[in-house]
């Protein structure tokens, strides 16, 4: 079968001028950027029109075998629509981190793909770039301050803002600046996050225009005085110039499938370190511009579903129809303790055992958020009838729906029956979210609900300079605040080596930081990084581009 990239690259695309006028959109709506791509004007969410249905898609706990959350999107949304349904794909864009790191792109797989899907891999309309430049600003702008006679009293060892950049260099986490004498600045510890990774990209993903842009820009809790008091971007003078930087990049990026039908891609956080959903503007203007979009949280349903419906519906009042749980047989066995080399050996034991895994999420996007849900079999060559029969079953005695999803080798026609079972589970009105916690509750109290209620862990445990943090945050008036939970997306608990269904275990919490602007807590457990680093073999090894700039090895 031909490479991701083959596909992609043998695709025969439309004008996005043609893309555009299959959802209603003029030339006067649209900026193109080439003749494939296009920003749309994030305005039209204001639109006098009535809200299409909302379909998020999540997955089991990520493994080495591959889930394809993004690439049941894809091929999902084509199905839809090659039902007759006028559907919208809503994506993040990829960082050029994982791209070049160990996971390789992130535009969909096989016939199930967006394109361009080189642009789109890398650098594509520049937001991510835009987003760490105006991180970088700040951090600038902070020690110029402290340089140009600290006029805000700022401490140089409490500068909680990092600088960022958009790759995986391990190098980075931790850095000693400002040497070399008075006239290059105040020695301090400092440090990068992956672009990703920063408030500045949590905000994008959470304002509706450019004035919440702004306004949460200037919330930004950079820094603390000597005497404890908090320092913002607004004050130091840097929110005006943080959105000018902005302001072209907050309007959401038109694309098109392999199968030319619409699709929105639009910010980028990470799931395991951030909230992991596409932007506000994305989604919103999605539902304006269609009847039904397709959208995805990332990694598994513990963390970017569990922010998708705890900080992103809560905060911009979106209310999902139904959701698809995606599982893969090799990624079950994985889950029940196959090495990655035997995986395509059957083994409908260990998809049994993996199989916990699966119902543990069921439980608690049925259960516990109360959503209708059903489960996409993303189906691998390898696969028996005996294998698939062990998922039927699970989902049988959890009483929800299965569908084979083939969408990989055959594209929107192998994911019809997803389609129409999709269709099926989605009522008349959206049903309530039953969120984990209410915000009046603790934070603390909030952190053990995402613990106990979605994880299942007995119990948390804070390191003193957590628990410090947590409740200066408090006294500060940040108590009623959302908790972004940051962990391994590997496990249910905060071990990565912990896969399956894991009991007995309690969350460690290592560090809180405060994130005003985006409005909620981060809080990091375990040995997380905010900056990863590059595998033994990057797959930034494997890429390369010819003499007519052709680009190979890119997947």
Same mark, same amino acid.
């Given at each position: 079968?031909?490479?991701?990239?083959?596909?992609?690259?043998?695709?025969?695309?439309?004008?996005?001028?043609?893309?555009?006028?299959?959802?209603?959109?003029?030339?006067?709506?649209?900026?193109?950027?080439?003749?494939?791509?296009?920003?749309?004007?994030?305005?039209?969410?204001?639109?006098?029109?009535?809200?299409?249905?909302?379909?998020?898609?999540?997955?089991?706990?990520?493994?080495?075998?591959?889930?394809?959350?993004?690439?049941?999107?894809?091929?999902?949304?084509?199905?839809?629509?090659?039902?007759?349904?006028?559907?919208?794909?809503?994506?993040?864009?990829?960082?050029?981190? &994982? /791209?070049?790191?160990?996971?390789? @792109? $992130? +535009? %969909?797989?096989?016939? !199930?793909?967006?394109?361009?899907?080189? =642009?789109? #891999?890398?650098?594509?309309?520049?937001?991510?770039?835009?987003?760490?430049?105006?991180?970088?600003?700040?951090?600038?702008?902070?020690?110029?301050?402290?340089?140009?006679?600290?006029?805000?009293?700022?401490?140089?060892?409490?500068?909680?803002?990092?600088?960022?950049?958009?790759?995986?260099?391990?190098?980075?986490?931790?850095?000693?600046?400002?040497?070399?004498?008075?006239?290059?600045?105040?020695?301090?510890?400092?440090?990068?996050?992956?672009?990703?990774?920063?408030?500045?990209?949590?905000?994008?993903?959470?304002?509706?225009?450019?004035?919440?842009?702004?306004?949460?820009?200037?919330?930004?809790?950079?820094?603390?005085?000597?005497?404890?008091? &908090? /320092?913002?971007?607004?004050?130091? @003078? $840097? +929110? %005006?110039?943080?959105? !000018?930087?902005?302001?072209?990049?907050? =309007?959401? #990026?038109?694309?098109?499938?392999?199968?030319?039908?619409?699709?929105?891609?639009?910010?980028?956080?990470?799931?395991?370190?951030?909230?992991?959903?596409?932007?506000?503007?994305?989604?919103?203007?999605?539902?304006?511009?269609?009847?039904?979009?397709?959208?995805?949280?990332?990694?598994?349903?513990?963390?970017?579903?569990?922010?998708?419906?705890?900080?992103?519906?809560?905060?911009?009042?979106?209310?999902?129809?139904?959701?698809?749980?995606?599982?893969?047989?090799?990624?079950?066995?994985?889950?029940?303790?196959?090495?990655?080399?035997?995986?395509?050996?059957?083994?409908?034991?260990?998809?049994?055992?993996?199989?916990?895994?699966?119902?543990?999420?069921?439980?608690?996007?049925?259960?516990?958020?109360?959503?209708?849900?059903?489960? !996409?079999?993303?189906?691998?060559?390898? =696969?028996?009838?005996?294998?698939?029969?062990?998922?039927?079953?699970?989902?049988?005695?959890?009483?929800?729906?299965?569908?084979?999803?083939?969408?990989?080798?055959?594209?929107?026609?192998?994911?019809?029956?997803?389609?129409?079972?999709?269709?099926?589970?989605?009522?008349?009105?959206?049903?309530?979210?039953?969120?984990?916690?209410?915000?009046?509750?603790?934070?603390?109290?909030?952190?053990?609900?995402?613990?106990?209620?979605?994880?299942?862990?007995?119990?948390?445990?804070?390191?003193?300079?957590?628990?410090?943090?947590?409740?200066?945050?408090?006294?500060?008036?940040?108590?009623?605040?959302?908790?972004?939970?940051?962990?391994?997306?590997?496990?249910?608990?905060?071990?990565?080596?912990?896969?399956?269904?894991?009991?007995?275990?309690?969350?460690?919490?290592?560090?809180?930081?405060?994130?005003?602007?985006?409005?909620?807590?981060?809080?990091?457990?375990?040995?997380?990084?905010?900056?990863?680093?590059?595998?033994?073999?990057?797959?930034?090894?494997?890429?390369?581009?010819?003499?007519?700039?052709?680009?190979?090895?890119?997947?």
């Amino acid at each position: 079968m031909l490479s991701d990239i083959a596909i992609a690259q043998a695709a025969r695309m439309q004008p996005i001028t043609e893309i555009a006028a299959k959802v209603g959109l003029t030339q006067d709506d649209i900026i193109p950027y080439g003749k494939y791509k296009a920003k749309v004007d994030h305005k039209l969410i204001h639109r006098d029109s009535p809200d299409g249905k909302l379909i998020l898609v999540t997955a089991i706990s990520p493994t080495p075998a591959g889930e394809g959350k993004t690439t049941t999107s894809v091929g999902l949304a084509d199905a839809m629509n090659a039902l007759g349904k006028k559907t919208m794909l809503c994506l993040r864009e990829p960082s050029l981190g &994982p /791209v070049f790191g160990i996971k390789g @792109g $992130a +535009a %969909g797989g096989g016939y !199930a793909q967006v394109v361009p899907m080189e =642009d789109i #891999n890398l650098h594509f309309t520049g937001d991510i770039h835009a987003i760490g430049t105006a991180n970088n600003l700040l951090a600038a702008m902070i020690d110029n301050s402290i340089q140009q006679g600290n006029p805000l009293n700022i401490d140089p060892r409490r500068i909680t803002w990092k600088r960022c950049m958009d790759m995986n260099d391990r190098q980075l986490r931790f850095l000693v600046d400002g040497l070399g004498g008075k006239v290059n600045g105040t020695p301090r510890e400092d440090g990068f996050d992956i672009t990703v990774a920063s408030e500045i990209m949590a905000i994008f993903c959470l304002a509706t225009d450019l004035k919440d842009l702004k306004d949460r820009l200037s919330k930004i809790v950079c820094a603390y005085t000597y005497d404890g008091q &908090p /320092v913002t971007a607004g004050q130091i @003078g $840097a +929110a %005006g110039a943080m959105t !000018a930087l902005l302001k072209d990049a907050i =309007d959401p #990026n038109l694309v098109q499938t392999l199968e030319n039908n619409p699709a929105i891609i639009h910010g980028g956080p990470f799931a395991n370190i951030a909230h992991g959903c596409n932007s506000v503007t994305a989604t919103k203007l999605s539902l304006k511009l269609a009847d039904y979009v397709v959208t995805e949280a990332g990694f598994g349903a513990d963390l970017g579903a569990e922010k998708f419906l705890d900080i992103k519906c809560r905060m911009a009042d979106l209310h999902p129809s139904a959701v698809v749980l995606v599982a893969t047989v090799r990624a079950l066995k994985s889950h029940g303790g196959v090495a990655k080399a035997d995986l395509s050996k059957p083994d409908a034991e260990a998809v049994a055992r993996g199989a916990a895994n699966l119902e543990r999420h069921i439980d608690n996007i049925k259960n516990q958020f109360g959503l209708p849900v059903c489960v !996409a079999i993303n189906a691998f060559p390898t =696969d028996t009838d005996e294998e698939m029969a062990v998922i039927r079953e699970v989902c049988g005695k959890a009483g929800v729906p299965c569908a084979l999803s083939e969408v990989f080798a055959r594209g929107g026609e192998g994911g019809k029956e997803l389609a129409e079972t999709v269709l099926s589970l989605i009522p008349e009105e959206p049903k309530p979210i039953r969120f984990t916690y209410e915000l009046d509750a603790p934070l603390t109290a909030k952190i053990e609900a995402v613990a106990k209620k979605i994880y299942r862990a007995d119990g948390v445990v804070y390191s003193a300079a957590a628990k410090k943090t947590l409740d200066e945050l408090t006294a500060m008036g940040y108590g009623n605040l959302p908790v972004c939970i940051a962990k391994t997306q590997y496990s249910f608990s905060d071990n990565a080596k912990l896969t399956g269904a894991p009991t007995g275990f309690e969350m460690n919490v290592r560090e809180v930081r405060l994130s005003a602007g985006a409005g909620f807590v981060v809080v990091i457990c375990g040995n997380i990084m905010t900056m990863p680093g590059l595998p033994r073999h990057p797959a930034a090894m494997d890429i390369d581009c010819d003499e007519n700039g052709r680009i190979t090895g890119l997947f």
